[in-house]
Each structure stands twice: as C-alpha cells, then as structure tokens.
C-alpha cells in the first residue's frame, strides 16, 4: 500500500504538471515540455505510482542541482533584471507564466528530495540518473528546435566556456558534473540524519 506521504506528494505534482500544461498551452510554447524541469512533476510521479525510491533518487541526482540554479537565475532575473536568455521576456508573459515557471522549479524535485530523504540512494538510482539522461539527450535533439538549446544539449548558454565537442560529451558531463555529486549529496545528507 502506497503511504500517504506519497499520495500527496502525486497529487500535488499532478496539480503542478496540470498548470505547466496550461501555462504552455497559454503561450503555445509546446517545445519547452522537453526541458527536465518541465516533465521532471510526470518522471517522479511514475516513480511515485511505481513505488520506486531509487528511480525516484534518480529523478534527483538529474535535476537537483540544475532545478535549484534555475530558481536563482529565474529570480534575478525576474526582480533583479538579470539578463539570461534561458528566461528572456519572461515578464512579458505574465504573472501566472512567472508563477507557474517559480513553483516547477522550486517544488518538484525539492519536494522529491524531501520525502525520500529517509532512503539512501542506492546505485541502481545511477542507472536510472543514466538513462533519464540519455533520454533527455535524445528527446531534445529529435523533437525541439536546436536554437532554442533544450536542456543545454548545444551549449552551456549561462557561461562563456563554450567546449568545441561540449554536445558529443552532453551525457558524461552531465553524468559526471550533476549527477554523481548529488548522488553522494543525497547520501551524505542521509548520513546526517542517520
């Protein structure tokens, strides 16, 4: 039987992914379902409804760290005036785009980090942390526009390092630079609370 904890915990990613949907239907931005942040509420809902903590650790290990730096950028960009082009003219489009856009990145995979902070990530969670990211890869390059950079396939837009085969290396930077540090993260988080 699945906790209570869990049950919230779909429910509210259910009412989150609902108003992302709208928020894209709203600004007929379809592509920019194919961001992690965007699919992150269905990825940790099925791990939820799966029952499986692991996935679901890998879920993190994905989007912990780029979520969160996603948040500070969308902030200062939104009430400092940062210039970024991953969330130029976002006030343009609204106090409910801006809403929805702070609530995806601050909620999804934090509340994910929250109820599953009594699990110590195991390493299947890296295999899955593996694969979610090679379908991310995949996704992005078949099904959105290139120049809009989904999930940074193409460049790393936010700094001026700009490596030459940075797209060919996507998944072990990804792999190396996000996922396995948050893997020992979580489990060093774990330690404490153990």
């Known amino acids: 039987m699945m906790s209570q904890t ?8 259910l009412m989150l992914e609902i108003l992302v949907i709208i928020r894209n ?3 007929k ?4 379902f194919w961001w992690f942040c965007e699919m992150s509420p269905i990825l940790l ?3 939820l409804l799966w029952g499986n903590v692991q996935f679901i650790k890998g879920v993190i290990s994905v989007g912990l760290l780029p979520q969160l730096g996603s948040f500070i950028i969308l902030f200062m960009v939104v009430f400092f005036n940062y210039k970024n082009p991953n969330f130029g003219g976002i006030k343009e489009k609204g106090s409910y785009y801006i809403i929805v856009s702070f609530l995806l990145h601050i909620v999804s995979v934090n509340l994910a980090f929250f109820i599953t902070l009594d699990t110590k990530a ?3 969670s890296l295999l899955y942390s593996l694969l979610i990211l090679t379908f991310l890869f995949i996704t992005s390059l078949l099904f959105t526009d290139h120049k809009k950079n989904i999930n940074f396939i193409e460049s790393l837009d936010f700094v001026s ?9 996507w998944i ?3 792999f190396l630079f996000l996922i396995v540090p948050t893997y ?3 489990n060093w988080i774990f330690s404490l609370l153990t």
């Open 45 to 47: 809902i099925i791990g």
């Open 25 to 27: 239907i709203k600004t």
């Open 161 to 169: 390092f700009k490596p030459r085969f940075y797209k060919y290396l």
């Open 184 to 186: 020992f993260l979580q």
């Open 122 to 124: 195991s390493g299947i």
């Open 6 to 13: 869990f049950l919230m915990a779909i429910f509210i990613l």
């Open 172 to 174: 072990i930077c990804g």
């Open 29 to 32: 931005e379809y592509d920019i």
